[in-house]
């Protein structure tokens, strides 16, 4: 019998499926941000590939040694459906935090190194954004990418 930590897996492995198809496969690292205040989902995401920190939509900015003609599709189509892809999978975590009793967490950062095929996640019950009116999701999200950018 399946218990709520496997649906919680299982839907956090399919996030960082949907990131890793996105990229081709070719990521060294993901970061995936996760957020939820009352009635707002927020899932959004981005990479480290050859030690450079990259968004979704500038990975044909990076010069590739190894495939210097690899184009990937960053079209606003293909980023659209990861991101909804990634947003269904965390309206369905918050279900299953529902139906088991659990409490939903407002932000979920996680951090998957694809070499090791290990999933690091660190995770927020509070309310961040919803009780400040200067804050915004991507106001987060940005400041987790210039903090992995060093």
Request: glycine share 2%; with cysteine; proline share 3%.
């Amino acid at each position: 019998m399946k218990v709520f930590e496997d649906y919680f897996s299982e839907l956090q492995t399919d996030m960082v499926a949907i990131c890793l198809e996105y990229v081709d496969n070719k990521a060294d690292e993901i970061f995936i941000y996760c957020s939820y205040e009352p009635k707002m989902y927020v899932f959004d995401f981005f990479y480290k590939i050859n030690g450079e920190v990259v968004h979704k939509h500038k990975l044909n900015e990076l010069k590739l040694s190894n495939q210097p003609n690899h184009i990937y599709d960053v079209s606003r189509d293909r980023q659209k459906a990861a991101l909804k892809i990634g947003t269904e999978n965390l309206k369905l975590i918050h279900k299953k935090c529902e139906e088991f009793n659990k409490e939903m967490p407002t932000e979920m950062k996680l951090h998957y190194n694809v070499k090791d095929n290990s999933l690091k996640a660190k995770y927020k019950y509070d309310l961040i954004y919803s009780v400040n009116e200067e804050l915004l999701p991507d106001d987060i999200f940005d400041s987790w990418f210039e903090e992995v950018l060093g």
